[in-house]
Each structure stands twice: as C-alpha cells, then as structure tokens.
C-alpha cells in the first residue's frame, strides 16, 4: 500500500496529471485512486483567512452517505501534510457535522441529499467533491469523472468561488473541464 500511496503522491505532484483507472500498482482500485485525489486536493485550495481556529489545525476531509475508500483514505491522509497541516479525515452521518469540515465528498449514495447539503454549507468555505453525473450544476465544485478508462476531474470555478475558495492555477490546468 506504501507502494502505491509513494506513486500516486509522485504522480499527482509531477503536474496533478491523470491517473489511470487501473495504475501501475494491480491493487490501484477507482475508489482509492479517487481517495488520493481527495487528500491532494487539499494543497491546492486556498481557504479565506480565518478558516481555520490555529495554525496547526488539520484540514478536515469529511464524507458524507457510504464511504467508497474505506481504510484507504485513512491511510492516504495519515502519511500527508499540506502547508504544515495534517489531513483528517470523518465520516458525516447528519449534515449538521459537515460545517466542521473544509471539504465534502459527497457519496453517490448521498446525491439525494445534495440540495440539502448545497443550502447548509452555502456560506461557508467547505470544498464539495462528488463523483456523480451533475453534481457541478447542483453546486458542487469538483466531480470526479471517468475519461478514456482514466480518472479526471471537472472544476466550477463559480462554485468555488461563491465559498470564498481559490482553486491553484495548477489543478485548473490538469481538469478535464471547467466550467
């Protein structure tokens, strides 16, 4: 696992280029792929000042309806900092829990609940990642997406915007799409 978590990192730095669906690695599963994605997006994101309470606090991951990654994402976040910063991860079950997060990914699962989701973090700076076919036009600010059997993303810059969140000029040059 170490392994694949060392190659995923080296390739995401090296310009945040598309990763296979099926990576070097034959263990390299969709979902922990897309889970590295998460975690990395993480230094690519600018949060308003003030976000967070203390200098060292962590930038909070949350996932919210049934988790994909399973103990992946923990391992992922657990080896990774981003500007002195770990990465924590947990798992929302109630929507009031998301306010304490810096970024969402939103389960297909919960996709029902999106509207809901979208209207209670609306003022706040919380990234919203899904993996669900028109989650960016019901609010949500990066959707992972499936292109030529490799993992990519697209990025509404408006939505990000509208958190008061600004997306690295370097993530924006490896999306697929913006919009």
Request: aromatic content about 6%.
């Amino acid at each position: 696992m170490c392994k694949l978590i060392a190659a995923i990192s080296l390739s995401l730095l090296l310009q945040v280029v598309a990763i296979p669906a099926r990576a070097e690695a034959p263990s390299a599963k969709v979902p922990e792929i897309e889970a590295a994605f998460l975690v990395k997006f993480t230094s690519y994101v600018k949060w308003p000042a003030g976000t967070f309470s203390r200098p060292d606090a962590p930038v909070v991951i949350g996932i919210f309806g049934r988790d994909p990654f399973g103990s992946a994402i923990n391992t992922i976040a657990r080896s990774y900092t981003t500007n002195e910063r770990h990465v924590e991860i947990r798992r929302c079950t109630n929507i009031a829990q998301l306010s304490s997060c810096n970024m969402v990914f939103v389960a297909p699962s919960a996709m029902g609940r999106l509207e809901e989701v979208v209207s209670n973090v609306a003022a706040l700076p919380i990234l919203l990642v899904g993996d669900s076919p028109g989650f960016l036009d019901q609010g949500g600010m990066i959707n992972f997406v499936m292109v030529a059997n490799k993992i990519r993303f697209n990025i509404s810059r408006k939505n990000c915007a509208k958190a008061g969140l600004e997306i690295s000029s370097k993530l924006l040059k490896v999306a697929h799409a913006l919009r």
